[in-house]
T-cell receptor, first 117, second 114 residues
Framework: AQSVTQLDSHVSVSEGTPVLLRCNYS??????LFWYVQHPNKGLQLLLK??????LVKGINGFEAEFKKSETSFHLTKPSAHMSDAAEYFC???????????????FGKGTRLHILP | DSGVTQTPKHLITATGQRVTLRCSPR?????VYWYQQSLDQGLQFLIQ???????AKGNILERFSAQQFPDLHSELNLSSLELGDSALYFC?????????????FGPGTRLTVL
């Protein structure tokens, strides 16, 4: 069965310092993993995705994530935080097979990122 | 702008009532997903349609139903509404089947049940 755990519900960093948002997952098959961002009063937007190609995935706005199968992790990082990064971030796991009608897309509970001036 | 539209933006209704939420996917996208976002449950996948057929089911209550029409727009019907159904309902679309596909999210419909 699939599951996603975002280890921190809130993270606060100072502007210009690194960001680390942690995500652990479990999956029965070969998962696809995503990070989405949700700014206040907006829909979700894809930051990046892993689909069994390169384990280090680069996304938009300077974010990247590394798929570590041995640790079942997919942590999101950014070298230098910007005020505009303040938002909620969701880690998502998805398994899909042509025969699996019970496929579910699982969202983590979200991590709210606060940027301190 | 994701290209996914949802109407209405806000909906206020009473317990026991029935409402219909509408979603138009991005042009050319065949898959539509519905999600519920609430403070206590977080973001939950409800159901997916692909080219008019139900493709996957998540935590959708029996009081809720959805369909996708030949023009690919989708409707989510919520009936016998309860206070706990108050939430933000998102629709998303993607171009094809497959878990590797990016989903494009609409702005959401905020449902308030009084």
């Amino acid at each position: 069965a699939q599951s996603v755990t975002q280890l921190d519900s809130h993270v606060s960093v100072s502007e210009g310092t690194p960001v680390l948002l942690r995500c652990n997952y479990s999956s029965s098959y070969s998962p696809s993993l995503f990070w989405y961002v949700q700014h206040p009063n907006k829909g979700l937007q894809l930051l990046l995705k892993y689909t069994s190609a390169a384990t280090l995935v680069k996304g938009i706005n300077g974010f990247e994530a590394e798929f570590k199968k041995s640790e079942t992790s997919f942590h999101l990082t950014k070298p230098s935080a910007h005020m505009s990064d303040a938002a909620e971030y969701f880690c998502v796991v998805s398994d899909w097979s042509p025969m699996n009608r019970d496929d579910k897309i699982i969202f983590g509970k979200g991590t709210r990122l606060h940027i301190l001036p | 702008d994701s290209g996914v539209t949802q109407t209405p933006k806000h909906l206020i209704t009473a317990t026991g009532q029935r409402v219909t939420l509408r979603c138009s996917p991005r042009s050319g996208d065949l898959s539509v997903y519905w999600y519920q976002q609430s403070l206590d449950q977080g973001l939950q996948f409800l159901i997916q349609y692909y080219n008019g057929e139900e493709r996957a089911k998540g935590n959708i209550l029996e009081r809720f139903s959805a369909q996708q029409f030949p023009d690919l727009h989708s409707e989510l019907n919520l009936s016998s509404l309860e206070l706990g159904d108050s939430a933000l309902y998102f629709c998303a679309s993607s171009g094809d089947l497959g878990s590797y596909n990016e989903q494009f999210f609409g702005p959401g419909t905020r449902l308030t049940v009084l």
